[in-house]
């Protein structure tokens, strides 16, 4: 149980195009979702919030105007980056705590993102 | 005050050696502590938790040590195997979102690589 997919794996744009990451609880709802990005041998950054119907909460010093975050339903929460530059390349994680279920996340498999 | 500081930053040891890790915190309010092991190119996939209510907690070869008066926290993975390779990161969170923290948002620490030789 538990489990969190993320789609797709990996995706290589063309730099001013857009993104999206797509992320689901397969098992279990999860009001709560959370987007991470890591640098290559770094920890996971956590770059934003996401509630079920409601607005996302951003980190400190993360755009939201470039990183659009959606979760419209308890088992699916998208990210999409806007008007990607190499810079964003980056390897993008989502989490998700069960409804109900407290402080456990469950991470998805990750996305690698390459911007051209 | 919301950091969690990890080490060491690698570790080597042999097959069937004991590997320790280490994480200190500095806000109280945290009261849970999860260790992730993430492969390369892989996600964090939660390996055992622990609440400030135990000092100790077992699941097979890993346990986790919690010293709340010290705010210090250790993963100890036994016999360890080459197969554990990885790299291992300590989290913590505070369930009532206090001390400056949003409610089970995590703070990881810094990460540890982990190699085991055969």
């Known amino acids: 149980g538990a489990v969190v997919s993320q789609h797709p794996s990996r995706v290589i744009c063309k730099s001013g195009t857009s993104v999206k990451i797509e992320c689901r609880s397969l098992?279990?709802?999860?009001?709560?979702m959370f987007w991470y990005r890591q640098f290559p041998k770094q920890s996971l950054m956590l770059m934003a919030t996401?509630?079920?119907?409601?607005?996302?909460?951003?980190e400190q010093g993360v755009e939201k105007d470039k990183f659009l975050i959606n979760h419209a339903s308890l088992t699916l929460s998208t990210l999409t980056v806007t008007s990607a530059h190499p810079e964003d390349s980056s390897f993008y994680i989502c989490?998700?705590?069960?409804?109900?279920?407290?402080?456990?996340?469950?991470f998805g498999p990750g996305t690698r993102l390459t911007v051209l | 005050q919301q950091q969690v500081k990890q080490s060491p930053q690698s570790l080597i040891v042999q097959k069937g050696g004991i590997s320790i890790i280490n994480c200190a915190y500095e806000?109280?309010?945290?009261?849970?502590f999860p260790w992730y092991q993430q492969f390369p190119g892989k996600g964090p996939a939660l390996l055992i938790a622990?609440?400030?209510?135990?000092s100790e907690k077992k699941e097979g070869r890993f346990t986790i040590s919690f010293n709340k008066s010290a705010k210090q926290f250790s993963l100890h993975i036994m016999d360890s195997q080459p197969g554990d390779s990885a790299t291992y990161f300590c989290?913590?969170?505070?369930?009532?979102?206090?001390?400056?923290?949003?409610?089970?948002?995590?703070?990881f620490g810094q990460g540890t690589i982990l190699t085991v030789h055969p």
């Open positions: 098992d279990f709802q999860a009001t709560t």
């Open positions: 989290a913590a969170s505070s369930s009532s979102g206090a001390g400056g923290t949003s409610y089970g948002k995590l703070t």
């Open positions: 989490s998700a705590s069960p409804s109900g279920g407290g402080d456990t996340q469950y």
């Open positions: 622990i609440r400030p209510d135990v």
């Open positions: 996401s509630n079920e119907g409601s607005k996302a909460t951003y």
């Open positions: 806000n109280t309010a945290f009261d849970y």
